[in-house]
């Protein structure tokens, strides 16, 4: 019998019942399920009590020496996707994504532990993983019109995959986000659109532009035209997409004008231009939905001195005192 198995399915479903994201749950599901795998195939070990701290830390060794997809909870997944042929299978994995598994794994045994199922999480005794944080670039002008300038928006996916371009810069709002939005979470007299389904299971409503206003009632008219789908922005047969459909017509579009345009890059980017014009932390907090401002203060972090510089312009004292 697979203790851990059985635990990990209470698990879910107790993170079900606190209505967490299909994007958080699908993160918490796979690093357990890859975990699992580790300790039964390595070690034997099929009851989390028997979960030492040793083998906490050196399942990220072994993350590390595999690489990317190399450590699959399910070998199937790797044929069926054909991840060997994927030019980034097997390559580093970064500190930050073993960071991630480190969190997850720790908030699993931290539920078992607070359910007294297991004695003491063999987790707290494992150094913590902290990954260098890279600064996050603010996309030039020149390089975010030559991204949308590739999309062909008289066809259907390319003038949807545009507008949710669009939104992301124009709200910080997520992909995921987006695509469960429907007709009904529109007010364009108001531009503004409802967010029901969110990273944190708080909806927000955020507000773009007069001119994303009329790009996204054009494209809903379009829309009309095609199908009469219940999302914003369905599939060509009018099904829900999927987030990662839209991220890789991303990066195809941003490798066609040689710039890199990623989704997470545009949300970034909204952040940083609405401060770089004058808006404020807390509002911004809210407009992205962290959980603290203390996540968005992180913001700061990305810019760099030419940036700091321009900000400072803009608020120096001086300037706005007639002294």
Same mark, same amino acid.
């Given at each position: 019998m697979d203790i851990f198995m059985i635990e990990l399915d209470r698990y879910m479903m107790e993170c079900t019942s606190r209505g967490l994201s299909q994007t958080t749950m699908r993160s918490y599901d796979q690093t357990l399920r890859l975990f699992q795998r580790y300790l039964r195939e390595i070690y034997d070990v099929r009851d989390p009590a028997k979960v030492k701290k040793e083998h906490v830390s050196e399942y990220f060794t072994y993350v590390r020496s595999?690489?990317?997809?190399?450590?699959?909870?399910?070998?199937?997944?790797?044929?069926?996707?054909?991840?060997?042929?994927?030019?980034?299978y097997g390559i580093k994995v970064s +500190? *930050? &994504?073993?960071a991630n598994y480190?969190?997850?794994?720790?908030a699993f045994f931290n539920y078992l532990y607070t359910n007294k199922v297991i004695k003491k999480n063999p987790c707290v005794d494992v150094k913590k993983i902290k990954p260098v944080r890279k600064m996050k670039r603010l996309i030039p002008e020149n390089e975010l019109k030559l991204f949308f300038s590739s999309f062909d928006v008289s066809k259907f996916h390319e003038f949807r995959n545009w507008m949710i371009a669009r939104l992301i810069l124009d709200t910080g709002a997520r992909i995921?986000?987006?695509? +469960? *939005? &429907?007709?009904?979470?529109?007010d364009i007299r108001s531009n503004a659109l409802l967010l029901r389904k969110t990273k944190n299971g708080k909806e927000?409503?955020?507000?773009?532009?007069?001119?994303t206003g009329r790009n996204f009632s054009s494209w809903l008219e379009y829309r009309d035209r095609y199908t009469g789908s219940q999302y914003n922005f369905?599939?060509?047969?009018?099904?829900?997409?999927?987030?990662r459909n839209i991220e890789t017509a991303f990066r195809k579009h941003s490798?066609?004008?040689?710039?890199?345009?990623?989704?997470?890059q545009l949300r970034d980017n909204f952040?940083?231009?609405?401060?770089?014009?004058?808006?404020?932390l807390a509002t911004l907090s809210r407009i992205l939905g962290h959980a603290s401002p203390l996540v968005t203060q992180q913001i700061y972090l990305d810019f760099d001195t030419q940036e700091v510089g321009l900000k400072y312009q803009q608020h120096s004292p001086i300037n706005k005192l007639n002294i």
């Open positions: 595999r690489g990317k997809y190399g450590a699959l909870s399910n070998d199937d997944t790797a044929k069926i996707n054909k991840l060997y042929k994927r030019n980034d +500190e *930050t &994504t073993i480190q969190r997850n794994i720790n995921g986000e987006l695509l +469960e *939005t &429907t007709p009904t979470d529109v927000r409503i955020v507000y773009f532009s007069p001119k369905p599939s060509t047969r009018g099904a829900k997409m999927d987030i490798k066609i004008v040689g710039v890199e345009v990623q989704a997470h952040a940083k231009y609405y401060l770089l014009n004058g808006g404020d």
